[in-house]
């Protein structure tokens, strides 16, 4: 028998000796399958976080055991992977649980190392932009913690296009200049962004952040005196907006009541109501009416025009609910009732005109690839657009639009004209006025004067004060960038922003002086240029010959407008940390946020790179991966 199974072995060592095969190339080659077997089992692990983190859906079960009902989306996920991939399945139901790497602090590693390859991409990107500008807003998260969102915002070399790129959500270790300063610091710090090569700062108007003596933006000049500071022209538009609607008192009576609207609405048997009448007054669409905010932008454009659209809907509502068999419901509805006269319609033909034109300009404002000098142009025509509705003509054609409205819902018509009384002469002496008192307006030529006219006023002196680039000496030198600016080229206009920027005057006359002859030339052969961005286009190829003005041309591009960008990297921050999901660290909720928001570079990831950097971070691997 031994010797039966002795020559078994014999004739087949022969047959592999013939064949060439040696044992360690069996071996090797056993090791190569294993390794192939554990990375395909990697790629629907990384497949599952990388779709769960894109989509920002949550990725963990409340209960992840092995017979629970609903493990969590993604060991969910990853089990559907393995109904359709045997080697998935094969590891999932053979090997060790502490060789699966479904842990939540391997999902950790593979979820940073994707942010990590990401933020690699934007490191480089900005350094190849040579200047860059920093972003900055501070929100609360559902778990009451307060989170820093920075954004850089630079001019993307190879498209030529500036970018806003989220870089990372900090918890705010305090709230004082010095802190949040130290923490913008310490992340640009950690993605190897070079806080010399900043030329901007952009924030809310707080005052910890824009204070001209310890503010953030102090601080930050102080270390980086180039990096001018730019309040966001979003929150000034609205601070423009919120000081309207408080400062006259006309206003603040008017959006007063369309806030008392908005509450006797809610109430679910009025609500009810309310969707009832427009369903019967053909209304294309249901409309529900819209809660004031003085946070949010262009809250007040909505919620009058909610209103507008669905005044007939509320007239009808309001008489059934003064016959309502409710008390409470009635006697709030002869209330409300009370406050829908003809005032009321042309305040809100008023203010839906004039609202409408600043809507236009925070939409406008919120786009991330406007420039300072577009930003500037656009508010001025804004500036000229509600300096044209100061006419008796536009007063005219809102009292016609109010009356036409009020007879088409049945609102009495109460400001007629009235007889002007004149006090005697002797009488004069005793009439005494509180200082407080607010006097009515009981004709139409008193609403113009206390109402249509204060309203424009005050709007037109805030925008004027809050949006002028004149106003700061270095960026007075932009319009000198522009081709369609009469300032254009112009060495006395741009000076102080090339002072600014270190660029020495006699090689910035140097460059003026060919530059011209350059567009001359350009000119002769049909090529003309309409914006800042054809400019920098037109000079991209000439730019180690122009190396001082390029600079200047790029830097006008990268100044930033608004913060809007950080505001919407908490609109991100509230899906991922909602009631549900509120207990996830820093550090995985940043980078979940990071994906989530950049989920295009995301898919783009290479996974045999992912997985083999996991593979050189992990250092106690159960698995070999290489």
């Known amino acids: 028998m031994g010797h039966k199974f002795a020559m078994e072995a014999w004739t087949e060592f022969k047959l592999k000796a013939k064949s060439g095969s040696k044992i360690t190339n069996m071996l090797d080659k056993g090791h190569s399958v294993l390794i192939q077997e554990n990375r395909r089992y990697m790629m629907g692990v990384v497949e599952s976080l990388r779709y769960t983190a894109c989509q920002g859906i949550a990725q963990r079960g409340h209960i992840e055991d092995e017979d629970s009902a609903n493990r969590g989306n993604f060991h969910e996920l990853l089990s559907v992977i393995g109904k359709f ?74 498209s030529e296009r500036v970018v806003e790129e989220f870089l990372h959500f900090t918890p705010a270790d305090g709230l004082d200049a010095n802190s949040l300063f130290a923490s913008i610091k310490q992340t640009l710090s950690r ?50 907006l919120v000081d309207c609607v408080h400062n006259v008192d006309a206003a603040a009576e008017f959006f007063e009541t369309l806030q008392t609207l908005y509450k006797f609405f809610s109430g679910s048997v009025v609500h009810d109501l309310f969707l009832k009448k427009q369903r019967e007054l053909s209304t294309a669409q249901r409309i529900g009416l819209k809660r004031l905010s003085d946070t949010r932008w262009a809250c007040q454009y909505d919620a009058i025009c909610a209103v507008k659209r669905t005044l007939p809907a509320i007239i009808a509502t309001l008489r059934d609910t003064v016959r309502d068999k409710n008390a409470k419901r009635r006697t709030e509805a002869k209330s409300v009732s009370s406050l829908m006269d003809e005032q009321f319609v042309l305040h809100l033909i008023l203010f ?55 007879v088409n819902t049945g609102i009495a018509t109460l400001h007629r004209e009235k007889r002007q009384t004149q006090t005697t002469k002797h009488l004069e002496g005793f009439i005494v006025e509180a200082p407080i008192e607010r006097l009515g307006m009981g004709s139409m030529d008193e609403l113009k004067t206390q109402s249509f006219y ?47 920027y270190g660029v020495s005057e006699e090689n910035l006359c140097a460059e003026l002086h060919q530059v011209r002859r350059l567009l001359k030339r350009k000119e002769e052969q049909g090529c003309t240029i309409n914006s800042n961005q054809e400019f920098l286009s037109l000079m ?40 549900l999901r509120n207990s996830s660290g820093d550090g995985r909720t940043s980078d979940l946020a990071f994906l989530a928001i950049n989920p295009l570079r995301a898919r783009a990831l290479d996974i045999d790179r992912i997985i083999d950097a996991f593979a050189l971070n992990h250092n106690n691997r159960r698995i070999v991966l290489l």
Not at 354 to 373: C, E, G, I, W, Y
């Open 85 to 158: 991939d045997k080697t998935v399945q094969k590891k999932l139901d053979n090997n060790p649980s502490n060789a699966k790497y479904v842990h939540h602090d391997v999902q950790n590693e593979i979820i940073n190392v994707m942010a990590e390859m990401i933020r690699k991409q934007l490191r480089d990107e900005v350094k190849d932009a040579e200047h860059f500008v920093i972003l900055v807003d501070e929100s609360k998260d559902i778990s009451k913690k307060e989170q820093i969102s920075v954004i850089v915002r630079y001019l993307n070399t190879e």
């Open 191 to 240: 993605c190897g962004i070079d806080l010399n090569c900043c030329v901007g700062q952009c924030y809310d108007g707080a005052s910890v952040m824009s204070g001209c003596n310890n503010g953030v933006q102090e601080l930050f000049r102080r270390e980086v005196p180039q990096a001018v500071y730019i309040h966001c022209h979003a929150h000034r538009l609205n601070l423009v």
């Open 352 to 406: 839906e005109d004039v609202f409408r034109t600043t809507k236009f300009m925070s939409d406008a404002l919120q786009s991330p690839n406007f420039d300072l000098l577009t930003a500037d142009d656009l508010a001025q025509s804004v500036i000229t657009a509600i300096s044209e509705k100061r006419t008796d003509d536009n007063w005219a054609a809102i009292r016609k639009q109010a009356g036409d409205m009020c």
């Open 540 to 579: 991209r190829p000439y730019k180690d010959a122009f190396v001082d003005l390029y600079k200047l041309i790029s830097i006008s591009l990268t100044l930033p407008v608004t913060s809007a960008s950080c505001e919407r990297s908490f609109s991100c921050l509230r899906r991922l940390k909602s009631y």
């Open 454 to 500: 204060p309203v424009l006023d005050r709007l037109l002196m805030e925008l004027r004060q809050r949006f002028s680039i004149k106003a700061n000496g270095v960026l007075a030198g932009l319009p000198a960038l522009s081709p369609n600016h009469p300032s254009f080229l112009d060495k006395q206009v741009i000076l102080p922003m090339a002072r600014h």
